[in-house]
Nanobody, 121 residues
Framework: QVQLVESGGGLVEAGGSLTLSCAAS???????MGWFRQAPGKQREFVAV????????IYADSVKGRFTISRDNAKNTSYLQMSSLKSEDTAVYYC???????????????WGQGTQVTVSS
C-alpha cells in the first residue's frame, strides 16, 4: 500500500503562484504520477501527469504553459508548480500514482487526500 500526502495548497491572488508537493510513503513502483483537481459541483478532472523518468509529461489544455509537473524519485515526491493562477483554478488538488502515463482517473491505483487551492480574483 502506498500513501500519498499532498501539501502546499492555500489562498493566492489571481496571477500568483503556488507549488504543490506530493510525498509517497515509499518508492512507488507505479510508472506515472499524476495531478487531478475537483472544483465544487464538478467532476474530478485531469491536470498533469509525468512518467517515472520524467521524460514524458501530459498537461490539460487549461493549464498548459502555466503549470509544470516534476518529480524527485530519490525523495519519492512529485511537484506541481502553478503560475499565472486564475479563479477557475480554484479546486481541491489530488495527486495519484498509476501504472500508465494516462489522463483517466480510473487508471490510477493510489490517491492522496487532496489539498485546497483557492485563487481570489
Amino acid at each position: 500500500q502506498v500513501q500519498l500526502v499532498e501539501s502546499g495548497g492555500g489562498l493566492v491572488e489571481a496571477g500568483g503562484s503556488l507549488t504543490l508537493s506530493c510525498a509517497a510513503s515509499r518508492r512507488t513502483f507505479s510508472n506515472a504520477m499524476g495531478w487531478f483537481r475537483q472544483a465544487p459541483g464538478k467532476q474530478r478532472e485531469f491536470v498533469a501527469v509525468i512518467s517515472w523518468s520524467g521524460g514524458r509529461t501530459i498537461y490539460a489544455d487549461s493549464v498548459k504553459g502555466r503549470f509544470t509537473i516534476s518529480r524527485d524519485n530519490a525523495k519519492n515526491t512529485s511537484y506541481l508548480q502553478m503560475s499565472s493562477l486564475k479563479s477557475e483554478d480554484t479546486a481541491v488538488y489530488y495527486c495519484a500514482a498509476g501504472r500508465s502515463v494516462v489522463t483517466i482517473t480510473g487508471a490510477y491505483d493510489y490517491w492522496g487526500q487532496g489539498t485546497q487551492v483557492t485563487v481570489s480574483s
